[in-house]
């Protein structure tokens, strides 16, 4: 015979985020999950951001990775708080893992916590960690047709930032294509494009700012 | 890979159910998982078994349950329901679509061989 049980595989983690988004709301921290492939860019774009955004907003970095601090030796750099998150062979963060990494930061002094998944298109989009907001990154040179092949991840970001635009020239990326197959699975997200060789684009540093007034 | 974790959490509602139910063995699980939700069915079959090991849910038949997408084409105003992700509208070709629903990650029923006990 069959037992009637209609429960979300995933409210075990949704509530773990939702105690850890709910405790963020209290103490007034945005957090954002910075999500894409490995290799897109993700690392380098929070080394360029985070010294031009800490002298808007109090800010600390979570660094996902399978294994190695090499990520957070990195952020280091930026004088921010960072903490290193070894899944240990786990493609995603979850957020159990998460609250181990918020119990190691100040989080009296912070208004905004961004956090670095790890590198995949695929598994990190499945999970929610108890972020406000979802920032999705693809590069140039991954294809323009990202977007259409990850849906789950673009799909659901409240901001998409395409990286490496400084090699634009030197591949088959088309930027209006790429554009088109953002707006089919993601009407809404604003855009931002961005290159290591580029000043930070304004821009998006307004979009997190506004996104962490909104809780102030 | 996130199949084992769905697995994980597949196998933990299931067991809690039963347990409820009074019920010491499951023989079939029936999963609702949408389109959208990037589970590859065989694998999240292989997790489970692994996941369901020595428990009361070994040897239990994992049932998955495709949910469609919706889309819809702004171009034509057309409708279409379809059991794969489509990136255009299927009736005019248009790309200028929407797509709706498919987020399904559901245990919607278990089977249990025995009739069901008393509720705890």
Redesign the interface.
């Known amino acids: 015979?069959?037992?009637?049980?209609?429960?979300?595989?995933?409210?075990?983690?949704m509530a773990d985020a939702n105690e850890i988004r709910a405790s963020l709301d209290q103490r007034g921290i945005r957090m954002f999950n910075l999500m894409g492939g490995d290799g897109c860019g993700k690392t380098r774009m929070l080394e360029r951001l985070l010294p031009t955004i800490a002298e808007r907003v109090r800010c600390a970095v979570l660094e996902g990775d399978i294994t190695t601090t090499l990520d957070a030796e990195r952020i280091s750099k930026a004088n921010v708080p960072v903490i290193q998150l070894q899944t240990d062979g786990?493609?995603?963060l979850?957020p159990s893992l998460i609250r181990k990494g918020l119990d190691k930061l100040p989080l009296d002094e912070l208004d905004v916590i961004i956090v670095e998944n790890v590198g995949n298109l695929?598994?990190p989009?499945?999970?929610d960690i108890g972020e406000h907001h979802r920032i999705g990154m693809l590069s140039v040179t991954e294809g323009h047709d990202k977007p259409?092949k990850?849906?789950?991840l673009f799909?659901q970001a409240d901001a998409i930032v395409i990286s490496k635009m400084d090699l634009l020239e030197y591949t088959n990326f088309d930027l209006d294509q790429c554009t088109?197959?953002i707006r089919?699975?993601n009407?809404k997200a604003p855009i931002f494009e961005d290159s290591a060789e580029w000043h930070f684009d304004p821009s998006f540093l307004d979009w997190v700012s506004v996104k962490r007034a909104t809780c102030a | 890979m996130h199949e084992f974790s769905v697995a994980r959490s597949i196998c933990n509602i299931a067991i809690e159910e039963a347990r409820r139910h009074c019920v010491e063995r499951v023989t079939g699980i029936c999963v609702e998982v949408g389109v959208m939700r990037q589970v590859v069915p065989e694998l999240l079959r292989t997790a489970f078994d692994i996941a369901a090991k020595e428990t009361i849910l070994q040897g239990a038949k994992l049932e998955i349950h495709d949910v469609p997408v919706t889309i819809k084409c702004h171009d034509c105003g057309q409708f279409a329901a379809s059991a794969t992700l489509q990136v255009q509208c299927v009736h005019c070709g248009s790309t200028n679509i929407e797509i709706n629903g498919g987020n399904e990650l559901m245990v919607s029923s278990i089977r249990v061989a025995e009739e069901v006990g008393h509720e705890h």
Not at chain 1, 1 to 13: A, C, F, G, T, Y
């Open positions: 015979m069959n037992i009637e049980v209609l429960r979300d595989v995933q409210e075990s983690i786990c493609c995603h979850e695929v598994c989009a499945e999970f259409l990850y849906p789950l799909g088109r197959n089919t699975v009407k």
